[in-house]
């Protein structure tokens, strides 16, 4: 099975900041990889997919990046309510596999 | 507007059975791959399984594999998750998704919660 390793595994960032995620691939993957992000309590939400297509209705400060092995995903500006744990995955191949997630929080 | 509802979920004994329900709507069913997708309690998300459109192609998670069976009735709009044997560790929210493939689950269920406890 492919691992999807994302870092950091938490972090927390003040308004306004610039924010990056990370997430490696055991193999590459092409740009077979989608971003999400889940709020407490909340269904998970595509973000971004093919790596870097945002997906409708999502504030164009999130942005994605990469290909092959290693992929980004950056808030350009971060905001009050993008508190949140953000997952990446990967469905080049099968089974379907998730990073473990990155818990970030609003100082 | 696409919806897609899940029911079926409750408590259940170990080693018992359980089959969980989505309908969807607002979509052409039939054209899209469908996914199970389940979150433990306080973890993260993990990919169970998932069914091409016209059921030529069906995957499974090892962790369920030979204990869970994925279908789907397109004349009803429906996916279907047998679950078989289940232990503790399948205690989860099940959330079911289209697949529109390239990393995108782009529509997903309220989830329903599967409880495996004696």
Known sequence: ?107 | EVQVVESGGGLVKPGGSLRLSCVASGFTFNTHTMSWIRQAPGRGLEWVSSISSTTAFIYYGDSVKGRFTISRDNAKNSLYLQMNSLRAEDTAVYYCARDGGIGSFDHWGQGTLVTVSS
């Open chain 1, 1 to 107: 099975a492919i691992q999807m390793t994302q870092s950091p595994s938490s972090l927390s960032a003040s308004v306004g900041d610039r924010v990056t995620i990370t997430c490696r691939a055991s193999q590459g993957i092409r740009n077979d990889l989608g971003w999400y992000q889940q709020k407490r309590g909340k269904v998970p939400n595509l973000l971004i997919y093919a790596a870097s297509t945002l997906q409708s209705g999502v504030p164009s400060r999130f942005s994605g990046s990469g290909s092959g092995t290693d992929f980004t995903l950056t808030i350009s500006s971060l905001q009050p309510e993008d508190s949140a744990t953000y997952y990446c995955l990967q469905d080049y191949d099968y089974p379907i596999t998730f990073g473990q997630g990155t818990r970030l929080e609003i100082k």
